[in-house]
């Protein structure tokens, strides 16, 4: 088997799988002094860990693709139809209830928060939940582009959660479901009040098919494709409860619409956008590697064995981290560890020591020596996020990649602290 290597190999190597046969297990021990230990001999067969764009399903191939319906129009029938199937296949696998609507739209996740926040902010109050880099750029925004003037910012430290019985169910709630750069996760949606008269609307691009939603308690919901189904960045996808649909048409912020955010015409929602029918040109190429992502999900078990596959990569890393003195999680109780963008911190003594440009250093070291080894690529954290690790652990990867990478990062662990100690 050839290891999988950086650059131009990466794609051509995603999507193979070598037979069960040729697939050894690494053991479930792990030496606590990885500064003792020899470099490790096997590598993840796909070692992409990145936390957007993510690995693809292990049975991806360009092949794949062939029935993509390149240079015909997004609007004639047959590029239609498929991207109709998208909003199809993506309603059944997360089983949308039916009077919600579900439109693919353009600037991936951001572009469908972007307009779910032009179009409907300014109606009421406002409570902006910020524990991570995009919930603190969607705060920022309604404060600084919006202008809201009824806007409580309940904001917390990477690795917490803000105070979430402080959230007020007669305003609006803008939050993340997980927290991308900071692996904290809320834990569920308790704490959205029954009956509450404002729109709760939920950025849930890395929790979407890899954690349980409560689609009925959320008026809005954003996702891209890049995410936990590993498909390409650019496209977003903006689903609407009722409740939303009826603030849509009631509602005239004061502020103008760009023609990428407009979502109604002479006050009534535009449906089209809901049958395939998109703002601006997709990428067609993109359409058909997202529906070959969805039929793979589709057909290992839908999103019950995402989940369990998700949840099966944390446990691992947990175990794992669980034997080692040096390294913990960065979310700070065990409830709220998101099981996608795993964040990882470094506690030993003469790490926390250091000044942050050092730390920052040192975790980019790390990260730097297990994608030179092939080993393991896009391992650091987030640039705004706490010098650390971050391992995206989604549904697409396979626990058996995890468990090889493990040892690599015990053995980068070991050269790199060496190096600081010696200098010491």
Same mark, same amino acid.
């Given at each position: 088997?050839?290891?999988?290597?950086?650059?131009?190999?990466?794609?051509?190597?995603?999507?193979?799988?070598?037979?069960?046969?040729?697939?050894v297990g690494m053991p479930r021990a792990f030496p606590s002094r990885p500064d003792r230990i020899d470099k490790p001999v096997e590598c993840p067969e796909r070692p992409w860990f990145s936390s957007g764009p993510c690995a693809k399903p292990a049975t991806w191939s360009l092949?794949?693709?062939?029935?993509?319906?390149?240079?015909?129009?997004?609007?004639?029938?047959?590029?239609?139809?498929?991207?109709?199937?998208?909003?199809?296949?993506?309603?059944?696998?997360?089983?949308?209830?039916? $009077?919600?609507?579900?439109?693919?739209?353009?600037?991936?996740?951001?572009?469908?928060?972007?307009?779910?926040?032009?179009?409907?902010?300014?109606?009421?109050?406002?409570?902006?939940?910020?524990?991570?880099?995009?919930?603190?750029?969607?705060?920022?925004?309604?404060?600084?582009?919006?202008?809201?003037?009824?806007?409580?910012?309940?904001?917390?430290?990477?690795?917490?959660?803000?105070?979430?019985?402080?959230?007020?169910?007669?305003?609006?709630?803008?939050?993340?479901?997980?927290?991308?750069?900071?692996?904290?996760?809320?834990?569920?949606?308790?704490?959205?009040?029954?009956?509450?008269?404002?729109?709760?609307?939920?950025?849930?691009?890395?929790?979407?098919?890899?954690?349980?939603?409560?689609?009925?308690?959320?008026?809005?919901?954003?996702?891209?494709?890049?995410?936990?189904?590993?498909?390409?960045?650019?496209?977003?996808?903006?689903?609407?409860?009722?409740?939303?649909?009826?603030?849509?048409?009631?509602?005239?912020?004061?502020?103008?619409?760009?023609?990428?955010?407009?979502?109604?015409?002479?006050?009534?929602?535009?449906?089209?956008?809901?049958?395939?029918?998109?703002?601006?040109?997709?990428?067609?190429?993109?359409?058909?590697?997202?529906?070959?992502?969805l039929r793979w999900a589709q057909g290992i078990g839908g999103c019950d064995a995402l989940q369990a596959r998700s949840r099966a990569n944390l446990e691992r890393v947990e175990s794992w981290v669980a034997q080692r003195d040096w390294i913990d999680f960065l979310a700070r109780?065990?409830?709220?560890?998101?099981?996608?963008?795993?964040?990882?911190?470094?506690?030993?003594?003469?790490?926390?020591?250091?000044?942050?440009?050092?730390?920052?250093?040192?975790?980019?070291?790390?990260?730097?020596?297990?994608?030179?080894?092939?080993?393991?690529?896009?391992?650091?954290?987030?640039?705004?996020?706490?010098?650390?690790?971050?391992?995206?652990?989604?549904?697409?990867?396979?626990?058996?990649?995890?468990?090889?990478?493990?040892?690599?990062? $015990?053995?980068?662990?070991?050269?790199?602290?060496?190096?600081?100690?010696?200098?010491?």
């Open positions: 088997m050839t290891k999988p290597g950086a650059g131009g190999a990466a794609i051509t190597a995603a999507g193979a799988r070598p037979p069960e046969s040729d697939r092949n794949a693709l062939s029935d993509a319906q390149l240079a015909r129009s997004h609007r004639a029938s047959p590029s239609k139809a498929r991207l109709l199937e998208v909003i199809e296949r993506s309603r059944d696998m997360l089983r949308v209830p039916p $009077d919600y609507r579900l439109a693919i739209v353009p600037g991936s996740d951001t572009g469908a928060m972007e307009m779910a926040l032009w179009n409907l902010l300014g109606a009421r109050g406002v409570d902006a939940l910020a524990w991570d880099s995009f919930g603190k750029t969607w705060a920022s925004d309604m404060a600084n582009q919006l202008k809201l003037t009824d806007l409580r910012i309940l904001d917390a430290d990477y690795g917490d959660l803000p105070d979430l019985t402080k959230v007020d169910g007669d305003r609006d709630v803008v939050f993340t479901w997980n927290g991308t750069t900071s692996g904290v996760r809320v834990p569920n949606a308790d704490w959205l009040a029954p009956g509450k008269a404002g729109l709760a609307i939920c950025d849930a691009t890395s929790a979407v098919f890899a954690m349980a939603l409560p689609l009925e308690k959320l008026d809005v919901v954003t996702w891209s494709w890049q995410k936990a189904l590993g498909g390409e960045a650019a496209h977003g996808m903006l689903l609407l409860s009722p409740r939303a649909v009826e603030r849509l048409e009631n509602y005239h912020p004061p502020w103008p619409l760009p023609k990428l955010f407009r979502l109604t015409k002479n006050g009534k929602t535009i449906e089209g956008l809901f049958k395939g029918e998109t703002i601006n040109t997709p990428s067609m190429l993109c359409v058909e590697d997202s529906l070959m992502a109780d065990s409830r709220w560890r998101s099981c996608t963008s795993i964040c990882l911190k470094l506690t030993a003594p003469w790490f926390t020591a250091l000044d942050l440009v050092a730390q920052s250093r040192v975790a980019r070291e790390m990260a730097t020596v297990i994608a030179d080894a092939g080993a393991g690529y896009d391992l650091g954290s987030y640039r705004d996020a706490p010098p650390g690790l971050r391992i995206w652990g989604g549904p697409t990867v396979e626990t058996a990649d995890i468990e090889r990478l493990l040892p690599w990062i $015990d053995w980068a662990y070991g050269q790199v602290s060496a190096q600081y100690k010696a200098a010491a």
